[in-house]
């Protein structure tokens, strides 16, 4: 048990687990002791000083779009985003209750909503009171800068205007050959123009120190907005979760059209003539619409959490479109020079560009394809796939794909030449006296032998297509997380940096996994010992 | 006409103006159930014999014939035992067998298959090892697996490349016995090189001594007349084994010491000159 | 993996139960083998007391729903063709009218759900519009237009709705603004007279180009508003900003200040980074500057033309004339959208505004900062941190019959594209009245609106119906010059810089 758990974990690339089994089994405890404190206690700490480091120094950068958020802001970031999601999925999954569960709810909704009329109210005092205080704050701290201002200003446009005055007097007075007082008069307008300067600059000083009084943060104000707006966006999402579960309900909805169409019908059985026709027209009517109302559903908008799949679904399909490109080509130029010299300035032509290029390219090029994407089968065909379906995929997700692709297919394409190229002579001699087939050589043999270089390339091709595959989505605005960053970076919103950074912990994240996963797939198909590199 | 026939086979590597000749005229005749051993020093161009009599290498001139046909690619009739294994080491134990025998049986039924396989490995005593990957293997275990799978081929001629210069002395002792017996019981034509003369006399018919390369070629032939089981224990004092084992070893020797005095003459010779005295005058003027 | 297997599981159900309901509900009237089937009921009687007294739920909710919408006169049906749509937006405030449409369920009463997706500029927007990417979505006025000419994309894109009035402004780096105040002294002021003209930008460009250099100004799109109204400002001062050529289609030929392109959500980091020294967009986007204390807004547009038209709603004539019934439901809920947003009290003050920049502050929406949005949406707009004047015009979605598709400012369009050079040919005055008359739309506007008239959701006046699609003449532009739609010749001809017929 203790060997396979062992081993498990030495396959997953978890090795820093390792002594903590070995600990629970009582083997060695102070050499595992030592061992987790290096392997697990000591990145725990390296962590932790990080983020102290980060908290502190965070709040002294000040930027003019706001400050470098610090942990605690961008945790806070990361819950909002989740209460976002999970808010939406509750609009979503309330256009769809019906009957009792509707109705339960309803009266939870209404409820919570009678108890935050009375928050608000308070909220908005505050509000009004920090910003008052604020106000009154600012201004004292102003008020003297501003007198100064003033009086400055004042001093130094009259001292402006007597030297202006004195020099045109002079200037009237200056003989006509006297080079030297000419030269000396010159000297006297340059020492004006440069204590003019200097007068300016003395008043630009005061102005931007008004400037930073005023935009200095007021905590008690930013609390209290903070708190005015935490209960306005539950009221706005309270309101439109009781719309949801009422008159905008969807069984509801039918419930009344359904009402409506039998009147209808027990009015048409009656009926004659044109009112007749008229009658049957609206009934017809009436169906197809209680059809697409049966099948509506909410339109909900894209959250992180259904960006970050959907570019994983991205990253993918990117990844299988380049690797059943890169490991055939890989293979043909391994088994064949000539192949592989034929290949070698593509290769070396095209591995080079940036997907900031490929992209337009690719977007051009699938746009050719599929010019409606409404009426498209291929659209229609993903569209109707049951894990995939509900991600929409368009034209631009096919291109981030394919942008994907083209970059990360490289190093699969490369490793797997080198695997098939450097087999072990005595492997294909072993093909050669059971006289093996060419298909039997090449899966039998040729591919078994280099998949672990093979699953080298396909490790770091994920790696790089992960990259590659937030800038594609930020330039081809295909839901994803790149999506998420620029929709964030173009918000310019307070607490937009925050955001910001909470996808850097999630691209990473990710990122680790894919990576981990890799290993694993790796250390599963390596024959020998020799463990993969981390 | 023998069953295996070499017929002034020659073989070089590299260009023209830097060839190397590996082989040259060598001949030799094996019959059919007879088990020889090619004995010689290392890079004599024993690995390459072996190759050729495979068909894994075509001569440059002469002929290498089995039953009268010329070779000209290599078969599973012609079972080879490598010296470094060759097994394929994301295969286990029973894949590696079972690779051959698909290829070599197509038509065998799966469940016939299966029990063909296991007879193999039990006859190699790798049984409970079926399914290691190679690299779990001992030495030993590996060059069992090696002689399982070719085996398995049921070839008409088992060629064995230093099959066991790669193994301790104990585990080493204990295939040739194995070896042996499995000869013993199912008997084939089997040409083994080796640079072991013990290991030759204790289980060949014949020992054919290669002389050292380059140009290397098959020396005079011993015949060992020695009893059939042969069993080391009592071998060592038998007069006639010690007799073949001194014989065998002295001309090897010898054509070792011929070679080697053939080759003096490339010896270059390094030019009589005298260092110069790179330091400055006053450096010398002081010290 | 939880919230993807919760929203997976959510949309598995959620599709499945509308259907189960249904059998349930018809499983009294006829025979109900292929899921779906609307039968008549087999007889009068039992018709009559099917409706009557049926058992199961979820018709018992229909008697007893309080919250079944009680409206006076039915709702005319309209036989959607599509009833789930996605529209685009750029992130600016006047799309308010598309996310409250949304987010205030008007849609949604007309049968429709709505996707509404940010766009990352307004030629993506255009060309997601045109490849079909999108059914429609949030334009600048210029854009149909240009589309329908051919200038840039080609495609036939057309308009029944305009969105709104005024909203943008013209902000400049804080050096500029200091340089200003120095070349006029009534600048410094912290409250300073407004309209402020480029004069005072003029020696600055002058000094700029005697250096060797060119101001570099940044709006959101050839064709857009911005464009027209950051080369009006600056021609009204004598300041030539560049005609566009055959050669030229960057708008630089002549120029003494350089325009440039830069998506809105993108100025006031562009700004920062030197690489403009003023822009012309819409809100948020010149508060933010003033919040982020990067640039000062020297004017508005509504100092540069009185209500001048803004944004439309843009389809492609593709798609409205496969989706007519579809159109006209859009069309009623944007009507009813614009109505919310000028909602007033008694007073006269805007009583929604608030929420709509709520709503808007949404980080799927606008996404800035409720603070800066509400400024400009409550009729407020911050010209300095200490110089906050009221201005309750600067938005208008409803008032002024602004919603309609007007001809004459498709025509102004039209003669401001012939005066900077991006028509390049000298067009009749007709083809004015022709070309608007293919973009806009006002029939089916009247439609829509007549339908919400009926259904008592608008008033009668609130649509001007006899008239002949342009407005009155008026001179209220920044340099006092009459725009009559009727005779763009004669417009174009008034100007002192810019192409004469």
């Not at chain 1, 400037?211 to 930013?222: C, G, M, S």
């Not at chain 2, 002689?147 to 081929?153: F, I, Q, V």
Request: aromatic share 8%.
């Amino acid at each position: 048990m203790k060997y396979k758990l062992i081993k498990a974990i030495d396959v997953a690339g978890l090795t820093f687990l390792t002594p903590v089994v070995r600990l629970c089994y009582g083997e060695e405890p102070k050499k595992q002791l030592q061992e987790i404190g290096r392997f697990i206690v000591v990145p725990l700490i390296a962590f932790a000083v990080f983020v102290g480091l980060w908290g502190a120094i965070a709040p002294r950068h000040k930027t003019k779009s706001g400050e470098v958020p610090t942990p605690l802001v961008v945790w806070d970031a990361a819950s909002s985003i989740w209460r976002f999601h999970d808010r939406e999925a509750d609009k979503e999954d309330a256009y769809g209750l019906s009957g009792k569960t509707r109705e339960q709810k309803l009266a939870i909704v209404e409820k919570r909503l009678s108890q935050l009329e009375p928050l608000e109210t308070l909220a908005n005092q505050h509000v009004k009171e920090a910003n008052a205080a604020r106000t009154t704050s600012v201004e004292e701290l102003v008020g003297p800068i501003l007198t100064q201002y003033e009086k400055l200003d004042a001093e130094f446009s009259a001292a402006q205007t007597e030297r202006e005055a004195a020099l045109k007097r002079d200037a009237g007075l200056l003989a006509s050959a006297d080079r030297a007082a000419r030269e000396a008069y010159l000297q006297r307008v340059r020492d004006h123009a440069a204590k003019t300067e200097a007068e300016r600059e003395q008043l630009k000083e005061l102005k931007a120190e008004e400037t930073a009084i005023r935009a200095e943060k007021f905590p008690q104000l930013v609390n209290a907005l903070k708190a005015q707006t935490r209960i306005a966006e539950e009221r706005q999402y309270l309101g439109k979760l009781s719309e949801q579960l009422g008159h905008g309900n969807r069984t509801l909805k039918l419930d009344e059209q359904m009402a409506q169409l039998r009147a209808d019908q027990v009015t048409f059985l009656s009926a004659e003539g044109d009112a007749a026709f008229m009658l049957a027209q609206r009934i017809v009517r009436q169906e197809a619409r209680i059809q697409k109302t049966s099948e509506s559903t909410y339109a909900k908008p894209w959250t992180l959490p259904m960006q970050i799949y959907r570019s994983l679904a991205c990253v993918f399909a990117g990844f299988l479109i380049g690797s059943a490109i890169a490991i055939p080509i890989g293979v043909l130029c391994g088994l064949s020079k000539t192949f592989m010299a034929a290949m070698t300035p593509f290769i070396a032509l095209f591995k080079p560009v940036s997907p900031i290029v490929w992209l337009p390219i690719a977007l051009i090029i699938v746009g050719g394809f599929i010019p409606d994407p409404d009426k498209h089968w291929l659209i229609d065909f993903l569209a109707n796939l049951p894990l995939l379906g509900w991600m929409k995929i368009n034209p631009a997700f096919i291109a981030s794909a394919i942008t994907v692709a083209l970059c990360s297919l490289w190093a699969t394409m490369t490793n797997t030449a080198l695997g098939v190229a450097s087999i072990d002579k005595d492997h294909l001699n072993v093909a050669r006296v059971l006289r093996l087939g060419f298909k039997d050589r090449l899966f039998k043999i040729v591919i078994p032998s280099s998949l672990p270089l093979i699953f080298a390339g396909l490790r770091i091709s994920l790696g790089v297509g992960w990259m590659v595959l937030i800038a594609a989505e930020l330039l081809s605005s295909s839901e994803g997380i790149g999506k998420f960053v620029w929709d964030q970076f173009n918000n310019g919103a307070s607490d937009s940096f925050a955001k910001m950074m909470v996808v850097v912990f999630v691209v990473g994240l990710i990122g680790l996994v894919l990576d981990r996963i890799m290993i694993v797939f790796q250390r599963l198909v390596s024959f020998d010992d020799a463990a993969a590199a981390i | 006409m023998a069953f295996i026939e070499l017929d002034n086979v020659s073989l070089g590597f590299g260009p023209d103006g830097d060839r190397t000749e590996v082989l040259t005229d060598v001949c030799l005749e094996v019959e059919e159930n007879e088990f020889v051993a090619v004995i010689g020093f290392s890079g004599s161009g024993k690995s390459t014999l072996i190759a050729l009599l495979a068909g894994l290498l075509l001569p440059d001139s002469g002929e290498v014939r089995i039953h009268g046909k010329v070779q000209t690619e290599p078969g599973p009739d012609r079972g080879i035992m490598f010296q470094n294994y060759s097994l394929l080491p994301w295969l286990s134990v029973y894949g590696n067998i079972e690779l051959a025998v698909k290829q070599v049986f197509p038509e065998m039924k799966t469940a016939e298959r299966k029990q063909y396989i296991q007879r193999y490995i039990d006859m190699v005593n790798l049984t409970g090892a079926e399914w290691k990957k190679p690299h779990e293997l001992s030495g030993g275990m590996r060059q069992r697996l090696s002689l399982a799978r070719t085996l398995s081929m049921q070839p008409e001629v088992l060629l064995l490349d230093e099959p066991l210069s790669a193994l301790d002395a104990l585990t080493r002792s204990q295939l040739q016995d194995e070896i042996t017996r499995i000869w013993e019981e199912d008997r084939r034509t089997v040409v083994m090189i080796t640079n072991d003369v013990d290991e030759a006399v204790l289980m060949a018919d014949r020992i054919v001594p290669l002389t050292p390369g380059p140009n290397a070629t098959l020396g005079q032939s011993f015949e060992v007349t020695l009893e059939r089981p042969r069993d080391r224990t009592t071998l060592n004092f038998n007069p006639d084994f010690k007799h073949l084992r001194n014989e065998v070893t002295e001309y090897m020797l010898d054509i070792n010491r011929e070679a080697k005095e053939l080759r003096v003459a490339d010896a270059i010779e390094l030019p009589d000159i005298q260092p110069i005295d790179l330091t400055t005058p006053s450096g010398r003027m002081a010290s | 993996m939880k919230p993807f297997l919760h929203h997976l599981l959510a949309s598995t159900r959620l599709s499945l139960l509308p259907v189960l309901l249904l059998i349930g509900a018809l499983s009294g009237c006829g025979s109900s083998d292929s899921g779906l089937v609307l039968d008549l009921p087999d007889d009068l009687s039992v018709a009559a007391a099917e409706s009557g007294t049926t058992e199961d739920a979820a018709s018992e909710s229909v008697t007893e729903s309080p919250e079944a919408p009680a409206t006076a006169a039915p709702k005319t049906l309209l036989n959607l063709e599509k009833d789930e749509l996605k529209f685009g937006f750029i992130k600016l405030t006047d799309c308010a009218p598309i996310v409250i449409a949304r987010e205030k369920g008007f849609f949604a009463d007309e049968g429709l759900q709505v996707e509404v997706i940010a766009q990352p500029n307004w030629k993506t927007l255009l060309d997601n519009v045109i490849n079909g990417e999108l059914d429609g979505a949030h334009m600048l006025s210029g854009q149909p237009i240009a589309a329908t000419i051919g200038f840039g994309t080609k495609a036939h894109v057309i308009t029944a709705f305009t969105m709104d009035l005024n909203g943008n402004g013209i902000t400049v780096s804080n050096s500029v603004w200091e340089q200003m105040q120095q070349h006029d002294e009534n600048l410094k002021s912290p409250t300073p007279k407004h309209p402020i003209t480029a004069d005072a930008l003029k020696p600055i460009v002058q000094e700029k180009l005697a250096s060797g250099e060119k101001l570099q100004m940044g709006m959101v799109f050839p064709v857009s508003t911005h464009n027209y109204e950051l080369r009006y400002w600056l021609a009204a001062a004598g300041i030539n900003p560049g005609f566009y050529t055959k050669t030229d289609i960057g708008g630089r030929t002549d120029a003494e200040v350089e325009l440039s392109v830069t998506p809105p959500p993108m100025m006031p980091a562009t700004l920062e980074a030197g690489n403009i020294q003023g822009y012309c967009v819409g809100e948020p986007w010149n508060q933010q500057a003033v919040a982020k204390g990067i640039g000062v807004p020297v004017t508005t547009n509504y100092d540069i033309w009185k209500n001048n038209p803004e944004k439309v709603f843009g389809v492609t004539k593709k798609w409205a004339d496969e989706n007519p019934n579809t159109h006209l439901a859009v069309v009623k809920a944007l009507i009813r959208a614009g109505q919310w947003l000028d909602e007033t009290n008694a007073a006269g003050d805007l009583i929604n505004r608030e929420e709509a920049a709520r709503i808007l502050s949404r980080p799927d929406y606008v996404g800035a900062d409720y603070d800066v949005i509400k400024n400009s949406m409550t009729g407020f707009f911050f010209f300095q941190k200490t110089d906050k004047r009221p201005m309750p015009d600067f938005n208008v979605f409803f008032k002024y019959h602004c919603t309609y598709p007007w001809y004459s400012d498709g025509v102004w369009f039209l003669t401001q594209m012939r005066r900077w050079g991006q028509i390049t040919e000298p067009k009749p005055a007709e083809w004015y009245d022709e070309t608007a008359k293919q973009v806009y739309r006002p029939d089916i506007y009247k439609q829509a609106a007549r339908m919400l008239v009926s259904e008592g959701l608008l008033a009668e006046s609130d649509v001007p119906w006899e008239t002949d699609g342009y407005k009155e003449p008026t001179s209220d532009f920044i340099d006092g010059v009459l725009y009559d739609g009727h005779d763009p010749i004669g417009y174009l001809n008034s100007h002192k810089i810019g192409n004469k017929d």
